[in-house]
């Protein structure tokens, strides 16, 4: 498949990952959690682990559309960055974070901190990120933002899900390059939720409105075997995220590298012909 990108690293990634004939395994952490030093040190690791893509949460006074274990990682960041580092703390952590990882990052927050008080753009002028995750910006703000961005070399993620209407399906898959498919509705990391989401139905219908898009799949991916399931329907990457912002808070590194390099073996497409 041929994938026009912004980004230099998302195309490196996507046709490294076509050769090996894998999907992507994209890992979101909050930034600087649980404190700055050693939040590098584990994208570090995770990298090394298994992780294709970090998805990079920018630290929010109300991420509201977020379970419990990633708000408990934005209040963390609130508590003490600041204090450690300084109330400009940020943008010197992410300059760090871009010099260290060779892999695509994306930055993942909400639309009052990214657009409304230009970290987004102050991020992409500076070349620390390939990506945009905003879940609350319409998709008339993505798509502005994705004109705003891409001379700079950044992909805006859109996002689908089921209960969108195929108008504005289409729309925003033939705007965007990343599509980024919502396995249930609700807060991020739902213990409870379940989807009930076709995977295949619905890797297919997004499909039908895009040839050369990279379309992956999150929410409530806690396992191995959901990562499996999700690459096994179509997707080119598996999204997961609350469950390593928890092995973050409780310490648990050992734990969040085994989860990691074990997810990243259930990305190889060759075992799903088995």
Known sequence: MNNHFNSTRNLQAWQRIEELQEALLIGYFVSG??????????VRDSATAGIDIFEIGIPSANPYM???????????????AEEEAG??????YMTRLRQQQEEPIWAMGY???????G??????EAGLIDGLVVPDASIEDQIKLQSAVAAHGVDVVGFVNDALPDEEMKRVCSALN????QLYT???GNPLANSSTNLADLYARARTFTKTAMIVAGFGLRSGERVRSVVASGFEGAVVGSVLVARCETGEQDYLYRLISEMKENTTLADMKE
């Open 178 to 181: 990343i599509l980024y498919a």
């Open 186 to 188: 609700g807060a991020t």
């Open 119 to 124: 970290v987004a753009l102050r991020l992409a």
């Open 33 to 42: 959690d649980p404190d700055v030093e050693k939040s590098l040190e584990i």
């Open 111 to 117: 639309k009052k901190e990214l657009i409304e008080e």
């Open 87 to 92: 109330h400009d703390w940020l943008m010197p």
């Open 66 to 80: 977020d379970g419990a274990v990633i708000k408990r990682g934005h209040a963390r960041v609130q508590a003490h």
